[in-house]
């Protein structure tokens, strides 16, 4: 795809990334977003999960409760669970979650994603998981100590 393609894909999906809020056209913003995602690919994939991220407030109770913005946290999760079956999820998803920090812990924004989104404990492992995994030094280690506190929660549960 040509730069200047790529630019009207991108400037295309983050439109319609904030369209899922109005009720009125969020099955044809849906319906357009997945065809534009479809046919460019995985970096427009990784590039809505980052347009996504960065639209949603997961420190704000009401979209905690779900009384805010529920319809693009469905999505969200509908479009984790997807992607986190292709092959490529965890070298990516790191990426998602680097570019959408806002001067927060990671393992406080991972926290606030988890609650707030309500993830099935498999997606919850490999989200760690790919965190863990990072490139970027201080996103590995952070995300290694969120995994072991995690396990170690999880066994407690257990017991």
Known sequence: ?????????YTQIKA???SLSNKKS???????????????????????????????????PKVQNGTKEQTKTQF??????????????????TQVIEHSLQRQ???EYMNDVIKCLKL???????MILSLAL????HIAKEGFITH?????????LSC
């Open 105 to 107: 812990s990671l393992t």
């Open 120 to 126: 099935a404990l498999t997606l919850q492992i490999t």
């Open 1 to 9: 795809m040509s730069s200047s393609l790529n630019h009207a894909v």
């Open 26 to 60: 969020l099955r044809n913003a849906k319906t357009e977003l997945l065809s534009l995602i479809e046919f460019s690919g995985p970096e427009a994939r990784r590039y809505m999960l980052m347009c996504l991220f960065d639209s949603l407030d997961f420190k704000d």
């Open 148 to 156: 072991i506190i995690f396990l170690t929660i999880m066994k407690a």
């Open 134 to 137: 990072s490139p970027t030094q």
């Open 76 to 93: 969200l999760v509908q479009q984790l669970t997807l992607c986190s079956s292709h092959s490529n999820f965890l070298d990516y998803f």
């Open 16 to 18: 319609l990334v904030q």
